[in-house]
Structure formats: C-alpha cells, structure tokens
C-alpha cells in the first residue's frame, strides 16, 4: 500500500480555540511532509429576518465580519511562517461557511482539509448543523477533524 503525503493541507481557521488547535496540527503536518498550506476563514453571513406581517422595508444589512476574519487569517499565516512553513497563503471569504468551504476545495484541489471539532452537544448540532460534519461528509478529499484534548475532571 502506498504511503499518503500531504503535499498540499488546507486549515479553515474561525478565531476560536478548536480552530487553534486545528492550526497547530496543519502547520506540524506542512512542515513534516514539507508541503503547501492554505489557511481560510469564512466570515458568516449574518441573515436578516423579515416577518409576513410587516410592511417590506430595506432592512438594514448587517455589518460583515470579513475585517475580523481577514486578521484572523494574517495572524495564523504569521504563525505558520513563523515555525517555518515556507509555502503559505491565507483566504479569507464571506458567505454560508460549508458553502465556501466546498467551492474552494472544489477550486483549489487539497490532499487534506483540516478543521476544529466545536463539541456541540446533539441538541446544538441538531439546530445548528456542524460545518466539520458537512465537510466529512461532502468534502472531495480526506479530512482531519482535531479535537480538543480531553479535561480531568477534579484536576
């Protein structure tokens, strides 16, 4: 059987300390098989919400996240650089995050698409649906979904 190699990993990076964590494991995988890294942030769009029983009015359009996202993205190519990895470049997109997600991996072919596990509870995924969930299951390549390491209880 012949042995994988990542030449080309993306991360979809979020702020938050699961996609943290997701980053640490791209970037020690790109050093070790010394291979591109492409950090994305999708920034969500933020819906509006109009009720049938009132006149339409333009609402007003939310702010996008997009300049928060696009810090997040330079802060972890920053510290992709930083412990070395020589091939990186950040994306950072607005829109339906697993929407995003899938059009770039479909435009940008990857060996491996890591991304942080949030734990949401069953009640949570349930309404919330679970973008790592999505992409195990629609993404064209392998995914890695990086936990969080287990607390001790009582410590």
Do not use: W
Request: glycine share 6%.
């Amino acid at each position: 059987m012949a042995s994988l190699e990542f030449q080309r990993i993306t991360v979809a990076v979020d702020g938050s300390p699961h996609a943290s964590r997701a980053l640490d494991v791209a970037i020690d995988m790109a050093r070790h098989y010394g291979g591109q890294l492409s950090v994305i942030a999708i920034a969500p769009l933020q819906p509006v919400y109009v009720t049938p029983n009132e006149p339409f009015v333009a609402p007003v359009v939310p702010e996008s996240d997009l300049p928060r996202y696009q810090q997040i993205v330079e802060e972890a190519v920053h510290r992709a650089e930083q412990a070395g990895v020589t091939a990186v470049t950040g994306i950072c997109e607005d829109g339906v995050v697993t929407d995003e997600l899938l059009t770039f991996l479909d435009q940008h072919p990857t060996d491996l698409l890591v991304i942080g596990s949030r734990g949401l509870s069953a009640a949570r995924r349930l309404l919330l649906g679970s973008v790592s969930t999505a992409m195990v299951t629609h993404a064209p390549c392998p995914v890695l979904v990086v936990r969080m390491p287990a607390t001790k209880h009582g410590a």
